[in-house]
């Protein structure tokens, strides 16, 4: 199985910018479809963006659409997501998901608090 690890959460300011990064270990990464989810105490964790094992086909959660980037460096094992723009309802734990063979796995989260 897939160990995953984000980094890069903080506190930041309303329109600030973030780069959450994901490191994967374990496996072979590019097998995994790559993901970002959030979640806010006592809410579902949402979906937020996603990316196909090649890096092609990203998509987006319509609240984000615009100002978040995915992307992914398959050479380090790594995935991104690029935060701009930042609202206060961006405020949330993110957790970096790796999805293959019907099997999800997640991280522990980072922490994101952006301040209006």
């Known amino acids: 199985q897939v160990q995953l690890v984000e980094s890069g959460g903080g506190l930041v300011q309303a329109g600030d910018s973030l780069r959450l990064s994901c490191a994967a270990s374990g496996r072979t990464f590019s097998n995994y479809a790559m993901g970002w989810f959030r979640q806010v105490p006592q809410k579902e964790r949402d979906f937020v963006a996603a990316?196909?094992?090649?890096?092609?086909?990203?998509n987006y959660a319509d609240s984000v659409k615009g100002r978040f980037t995915i992307s992914r460096d398959n050479a380090k094992n790594t995935v991104y997501l690029q935060m701009n723009s930042l609202k206060p309802d961006d405020t949330a734990v993110y957790y970096c998901?790796?999805?293959?063979?019907?099997?999800?796995?997640w991280g522990q989260g980072t922490q994101v608090t952006v301040s209006s």
């Open positions: 998901n790796a999805y293959f063979s019907a099997r999800n796995y």
């Open positions: 990316i196909s094992r090649s890096g092609g086909s990203p």
